[in-house]
């Protein structure tokens, strides 16, 4: 970035910038130039290099014209603005439970490499050695340590084996060269730091992890980041701090109200000013009335003010056009990674809460199936009364089952990304196995008593002996159900955290076991139930607890045998490659 300036007759131009890139443009490089400012970058400081040159003397005209190759030529060192921005108090802790939680961490900035990679090291990105991809003197690149004592040579079908031992770095130089040796898809997706990125360069990290098959969540919060953005990413929008937007709101009424306070004068305005730009006459104001579109911006803008003194600057940011949140699905109001906990949490929740669905509402279909059609080929049918009550048990079961929360922390395990799996269908077929077996044997059992008549289908509602039994038996395989297949830790509350579906559950088998045990005749009378015979009670019951420890038991051993998968990008990454070397050939 330059400035001229014109200082009692005389033209400067002052120049800052990358130190790299002054360097090549300095008249005099100081002897300890590259020493230094590696020194404050390998400290994590962000380093600008200040310059400035004396204009010969000539007309305001012709120096706002000049060129720009001309300006920041033959320059004269003047100096380092070193700056320490401090890492957000939350930002370690935030990467280091995503990296617990089996997640890769990666850094994509437009700081210089060193900066960035102990920036990198200080938030859990890079845990082992850093080897930084640098360009040679001579020709070609090589690998350099940050304080350059390890140095290893590049070769691109070797990054894979580097990146085992080591942390790779790259800055934006080096795209080209991997752009033009088509080893984009072989060294990107091993690279942890990438440095001097530019918006392009972002946009092509991206996709490249889209590439070879990496599920990829950005975080950024400027107009640089758009294009990465628009995948999957996290618009963070750095509001102003709320003392600093109240205070400021306060003193600005203060200042309207008292009408007294003036900004002082500068006292050199006469001996210094700035060169114009030739644009600069265009936002002079001018007497020119408003147009219909600006009076009604202005209303809006003043509504806006207002809400916001009436808020005394409580309210969120309001997004503005050109914002990196235009273009990205996820948009958070303060400037903190935190935001990506909160996203993850919430995906895997809610696929492990549509895994479960899915897997209770086949279970039911399949048992309600075949129960319906027992009773209506022996003529039997279910009475209002019964068909209410296990409407409504069912009905909380699933209102009480979405109350489910994720967990706080995050489990380094993975749910399973799709319910087309042999996980869900051993699952399924396992337990209806078991229900099928059940409600046979118990309505085989219970045919036994029934005395040998011939009822109509379409005939009206009459309680008999298989009418009860499978409507027990059924309304116990719900309950079953329910239980076995809750999806709990390590990504939802347990049941018992789950209170409402806990205190469901409990009334439930409370509830059918008084029903099943006959202790209020009543009760039973009124819901059309039939007395059960002794024997058959018993065993019921006890068919009822072998048949939830069996299904219980299968499914967590279907847990521990088909865990979720962690994405086999690699295989991905190898047929791309070898895609590419069937294009060239």
């Known amino acids: 970035m330059s400035v001229i300036v014109r200082i009692q007759e005389k033209f400067y131009a002052f120049i800052k910038g990358a130190p790299e890139t002054i360097q090549e443009r300095l008249v005099d490089l100081p002897a300890a130039y590259v020493e230094t400012y590696k020194k404050y970058t390998r400290q994590g400081s962000r380093v600008l290099s200040l310059a400035y040159k004396l204009l010969p003397e000539m007309p305001v005209s012709e120096a706002r014209s000049l060129e720009r190759d001309q300006v920041e030529s033959d320059l004269i060192f003047a100096g380092f603005a070193v700056f320490n921005c401090p890492i957000r108090s939350d930002s370690a802790a935030v990467l280091l439970e995503l990296e617990q939680s089996s997640h890769d961490l990666v850094m994509i900035t437009g700081d210089q490499a060193l900066t960035a990679c102990h920036v990198a090291s200080q938030v859990n990105i890079c845990s082992k050695p850093v080897l930084i991809l640098t360009r040679m003197k001579t020709s070609g690149f090589e690998w350099v340590s940050p304080d350059e004592t390890d140095r290893v040579p590049y070769r691109a079908e070797e990054v894979k084996e580097l990146s085992e031992s080591h942390d790779l770095c790259i800055s934006g130089d080096c795209f080209e060269m991997l752009q033009r040796t088509d080893a984009v898809v072989q060294v990107i997706p091993h690279v942890k730091v990438f440095a001097r ?75 210094s000013q700035l060169v114009p730009p030739a644009s600069s006459s265009a936002k002079a104001p001018s007497s020119r009335p408003l147009t219909a579109a600006e009076k009604q911006r202005e209303k809006l803008q003043k509504m806006l003010d207002e809400m916001n003194d009436e808020s005394d600057g409580r309210s969120a940011p309001i997004v503005k056009l050109g914002d990196a ?254 895609n590419l070397d069937k294009k060239q050939a």
């Open 197 to 271: 990125v530019a918006p392009e360069q972002k946009e092509l990290v991206l996709t490249t992890f889209k590439t070879v098959g990496r599920m990829t969540l950005m975080c950024g919060d400027g107009t640089n980041d758009v294009g990465a953005l628009k995948h999957v990413g996290i618009a963070l929008l750095n509001a102003e701090p709320v003392q600093k937007a109240g205070s400021k709101s306060q003193s600005s009424k203060l200042e309207s109200k008292s009408g007294k306070l003036k900004k002082p004068k500068p006292a050199n305005e006469s001996s």
């Open 325 to 578: 949140s235009m273009a990205s699905p996820f948009t958070a109001k303060h400037a903190s990674v935190a935001p990506t906990l909160d996203i993850i949490r919430q995906g895997r929740s809610t696929l492990v809460t549509t895994l479960q669905m899915f897997k209770i509402l086949g279970l039911n279909c399949l048992a309600t199936a075949y129960v319906l059609s027992v009773m209506y080929l022996d003529g039997v049918k279910l009475g209002d009364v019964q068909a209410t009550i296990s409407g409504v048990f069912t009905a909380a079961f699933f209102l009480f089952i979405s109350h489910a929360r994720p967990l706080q922390a995050l489990s380094a395990e993975r749910p399973h990304p799709n319910i087309f799996c042999a996980y869900v269908f051993l699952s399924i077929l396992g337990q209806f196995a078991m229900h099928l077996f059940f409600l046979m044997s118990a309505v085989n059992l219970a045919s036994k008593y029934m005395p040998e008549e011939c009822i109509e289908p379409d005939s009206e509602f009459h309680p008999n002996l298989v009418n009860t039994v499978s409507y027990m038996v059924n309304m116990m395989i719900q309950v079953a159900t329910f239980a076995v297949n809750y999806m709990g830790h390590p990504f939802n509350q347990s049941i018992s955290e789950n209170k409402p579906f806990k205190y469901a559950l409990y009334s439930a088998v409370v509830f059918f076991t008084v029903i099943t045990s006959d202790m209020f005749r009543d009760l039973n009378d009124y819901m059309k139930l039939e007395p059960l015979p002794e024997g058959m009670r018993g065993k019921l019951l006890l068919w009822a607890m072998l048949m939830f420890c069996g299904c219980y038991g299968w499914e967590r051993f279907l847990r521990w045998a088909f865990p979720g998968k962690m994405p086999a990008w690699e295989k991905r990454q190898k047929q791309a490659v070898a």
